[in-house]
């Protein structure tokens, strides 16, 4: 069965620091994968997706994500966090094939000024 | 687009009421998804519709729980009787296709006590 495990449940980054956010997946085939965000009060949005071809996307807002089909993860990556990237992200996959889109547990992103 | 529209945006009920949940999915979108967010189980996909027809509903809890959508502008997810245990924010989201990004609506956060 498909799962998707998020291992942080909450980051702390200063403004202006690096994040990666990761993601660990489960799927017997080749998955296609997405990151969104969910803002307080708010529904989610997506960022980026991965479908096949270049490993590496690029997603709205200055983010981007590597599939690892190795590793079996899909980490997402900003270079320079903004304090309106706090957020809950949630990590999702869904079979190439149809299916659900089972999501991860999310990972809370809190940025010090 | 006016993007995907949940009504209400809060609704407190008490036990054993009736509470009813609304929903209009962006108009063209094939797909329409009910997803139940809550901090113990994170997100979770109730019942799925492709042009109207419920296609998955193993998610939807047990018989308190249906879900309707008599055209392709509207859906309605229908709790009778609610239990202070369906307390959550309930989720509406859409696609083009199944393999698309879902669109999420703002989500309706339920309370019963």
């Known amino acids: 069965a498909q799962s998707v495990t998020q291992p942080d449940i909450h980051i702390t980054v200063s403004e202006g620091a690096s994040l990666e956010l990761r993601c660990n997946y489960s799927?017997?085939?080749?998955?296609?994968l997405f990151w969104y965000v969910q803002s307080p009060g708010q529904g989610l949005q997506l960022l980026l997706k991965?479908?096949?071809?270049?490993?590496l996307v690029q997603g709205i807002k200055g983010f981007e994500a590597e599939f690892k089909r190795s590793q079996s993860s899909f980490n997402l990556r900003k270079p320079s966090v903004h304090w309106s990237d706090a957020a809950e992200y949630f990590c999702?996959?869904?079979?190439?094939?149809?299916?659900?889109?089972?999501f991860g547990q999310g990972t809370e992103l809190s940025v010090k000024p | 687009d006016a993007g995907v529209i949940q009504s209400p945006r809060h609704e407190v009920t008490e036990m054993g009421q009736e509470v009813t949940l609304r929903c209009k999915p962006i108009?063209?979108?094939?797909?329409l998804f009910w997803y139940r967010q809550t901090m113990m189980r994170g997100l979770e996909l109730l019942i799925y519709?492709?042009?109207?027809?419920?296609?998955?509903d193993s998610g939807m809890p047990e018989d308190r729980f249906s879900a309707k959508m008599p055209n392709a502008s509207f859906s309605t997810l229908k709790i009778q009787p609610s239990e202070p245990r369906d307390s959550a924010v309930y989720f509406c989201?859409?696609?083009?296709?199944?393999?698309?990004?879902?669109?999420f609506g703002n989500g309706t956060r339920l309370t019963v006590t």
């Open positions: 989201a859409s696609s083009l296709i199944l393999d698309s990004p879902l669109h």
């Open positions: 799927y017997g085939a080749t998955p296609y």
């Open positions: 991965y479908f096949s071809g270049d490993t």
């Open positions: 999702a996959v869904k079979g190439n094939q149809g299916g659900k889109l089972i």
């Open positions: 108009s063209g979108h094939d797909y």
């Open positions: 519709f492709n042009n109207n027809v419920p296609i998955d």
